[in-house]
């Protein structure tokens, strides 16, 4: 699969006024996203090239066969991404409950015998109190390649090579070991994304561990919990976005399909002129090869 893109940067002053407008434009309200993103590097680069991967995890064989494919020539950086939500957070899940109880309190300082649905039968705290905490073990996760996008010239967008396998049993860091490739790094990424038409539009940020969680000269493994939403740092100090306008084709050997992906970029930035300049952006900067 191919995916073309384009970018904006966004100061964080001008993010609540584009997010409506990327809605007005799609006609359809933000979702939500917050994605942990594992890095992966080959543990050593010789012997990796061309290796078997083990495990007993069931993966789809066919894009997994694929994706090895691409990696019999240069070594590149691996991702496993899992979706994570608000409120498994430790201080979404802490405020959460603290909000319900004080509203436990007010009923019944109120005597107010209706609980809207906050107690239980058995007098226990309801469902609003019983915000599921983060479970490492629970978490689902996708393994991502991206290549290293064309050199800008031949198209007025962005174009690179992706792949995405869903691991959908087993352990997932004992086969990104089998796989040859060590953890070193995570961060999260959190915004919200609108489609519109054939394209998927990205305003997001990254965000880093606090250093408590991230310091040392080695981190052998994922932390298994996450740290409190308000201590992640954003990679750009100054809290800036980036809208990614993206849209993917699964068969480039079709240009009619990659001519229309194109075209609708073009068209969106069109549209978006005068509120963001939508570029191709640095090459360089998506180069996710091992050095």
Do not use: C
């Given at each position: 699969m191919h995916?073309h893109?384009?970018?904006?940067q966004?100061p ?6 584009l ?12 979702t939500?996203?917050i ?8 543990r050593k680069v ?7 991967v083990g ?9 997994a066969?694929?994706?090895q ?13 899992g979706?994570?939500?608000d409120g ?6 802490v405020?959460?409950r603290?909000?319900?109880?004080d509203e436990l309190?007010?009923?019944?300082e ?18 609003s109190l019983?915000r599921p905490?983060y479970?490492f073990?629970?978490q689902t996760?996708s393994?991502?390649?991206s290549d290293?996008?064309e ?6 967008v962005a174009?690179r090579?992706i792949?995405?396998v869903d691991i ?9 070991d089998?796989?040859?490739y060590?953890?070193?790094s ?6 919200h994304r ?12 990254i ?10 000269t080695s ?5 298994k919990?996450?740290p409190?939403y308000?201590?992640?740092?954003p990679?750009?100090?100054s809290?800036g976005?980036?809208l ?10 079709k240009?009619?399909g990659?001519n229309?992906a194109?075209?609708e970029?073009k068209?969106f930035?069109d549209?978006?002129k005068?509120?963001v ?7 360089l900067?998506?180069?996710t090869r091992v050095?």
């Open positions: 995916e893109l384009l970018f904006a966004v964080p002053s001008r993010h609540n006024q997010l409506r407008i990327l809605s007005g434009i799609a006609g359809q309200q933000p939500r996203v994605e942990r993103h594992l890095m992966f590097m080959p010789h012997d990796s090239r061309g290796q078997q495990g007993t995890q069931t993966v789809q064989n066919q894009q066969q694929a994706l494919s691409q990696l019999q020539g240069d070594l590149f950086h691996l991702q496993l991404v979706d994570v939500d498994q957070f430790p201080d979404e899940v405020q959460a603290e909000k319900a109880e309190m007010k009923d019944a109120e005597g107010n015998t209706e609980t809207r649905g906050r107690r239980g039968l058995d007098g226990s705290l309801g469902d019983e905490m479970d073990e629970e996760w393994l991502r390649f290293l996008p050199v800008p010239g031949r198209r007025p174009s090579m792949s995405s959908i049993d087993g352990n997932a860091i004992e086969f990104m089998a796989l040859g060590k953890y070193i995570e961060y999260i990424l959190e915004g609108v489609i519109h038409n054939n394209l998927i539009l990205l305003l997001h940020r965000m880093l561990f606090p250093p408590s969680q991230s310091s040392g981190v052998p493994s994922p932390r919990s996450l409190p308000n201590s992640l740092i990679l750009d100090p809290g976005y980036v990614q306008a993206s849209a993917r084709v699964q068969d480039v050997t240009p009619d990659v229309l194109i075209n970029l068209a930035k549209i978006m005068g509120v300049e939508l570029e191709i952006g640095d090459r900067s998506l180069d050095k």
